[in-house]
T-cell receptor, first 112, second 112 residues
Framework: KQEVTQIPAALSVPEGENLVLNCSFT??????LQWFRQDPGKGLTSLLL?????REQTSGRLNASLDKSSGRSTLYIAASQPGDSATYLC???????????FGTGTRLQVTL | ETGVTQTPRHLVMGMTNKKSLKCEQH?????MYWYKQSAKKPLELMFV???????ENNSVPSRFSPECPNSSHLFLHLHTLQPEDSALYLC???????????FGPGTRLLVL
């Protein structure tokens, strides 16, 4: 059974800092891995999808890396802004139905 | 807006009621998903439909009954729920099962 751990659970940084969110998973036989953000009381917004054959994906100020063999992924956020404040969720996909297993997330607050 | 809508956005029901949650996607996707998000717990996958066929049932109690009449619509029929079923129910869709999932805003359910 896939288990996903995200560290840290919560993070508060001043605006402009670069930061790294960590995700580890126990079953390395994954199809892909997605990073999402969730604003309070809202649905999820997909940020990046990394296929199992890829090492990283970039979108704007976001860069996600994947080390499938060691069961790790990181999300790097450059030049953080208050609008980045949200909970960030990591979800590796396994199985024929691409079942996503979620961690409990990292709650990020970017202060002015 | 992700192209995935859910109704109602909020629902309060008694344990003897029967209600249905509706999800609609306007993205031309072939796969649709139901997830449950309880307080302090990771998102849990409930059901996966691909081309209107259920391909995953993640050990969900029978008081939750999904229905996918076509590739654009997904329902979750609820009956004789328990207070512990109170949660945010999220619908998602993807072009195919191994591709990026797009989430709706969720239905916040309270069972009294």
């Amino acid at each position: 059974k896939q288990e996903v751990t995200q560290i840290p659970a919560a993070l508060s940084v001043p605006e402009g800092e670069n930061l790294v969110l960590n995700c580890s998973f126990t079953d390395s036989a994954i199809y892909n891995l997605q990073w999402f953000r969730q604003d309070p009381g809202k649905g999820l917004t997909s940020l990046l999808l990394i296929q199992s054959s890829q090492r990283e994906q970039t979108s704007g100020r976001l860069n996600a890396s994947l080390d499938k063999s060691s069961g790790r992924s990181t999300l790097y956020i450059a030049a953080s802004q208050p609008g980045d404040s949200a909970t960030y969720l990591c979800a590796p996909g396994t199985g024929t139905a691409s079942k996503l297993t979620f961690g409990t997330g990292t709650r990020l607050q970017v202060t002015l | 807006e992700t192209g995935v809508t859910q109704t109602p956005r909020h629902l309060v029901m008694g344990m003897t009621n029967k209600k249905s949650l509706k999800c609609e996607q306007h993205l031309g996707h072939n796969a649709m998903y139901w997830y449950k998000q309880s307080a302090k717990k990771p998102l849990e996958l409930m059901f996966v439909y691909s081309l209107e066929e259920r391909v995953e049932n993640n050990s969900v109690p029978s008081r939750f009954s999904p229905e996918c009449p076509n590739s654009s619509h997904l329902f979750l029929h609820l009956h004789t729920l328990q207070p512990e079923d109170s949660a945010l129910y999220l619908c998602a869709s993807s072009r195919d099962r191994a591709e990026t999932q797009y989430f709706g805003p969720g239905t916040r359910l309270l069972v009294l």
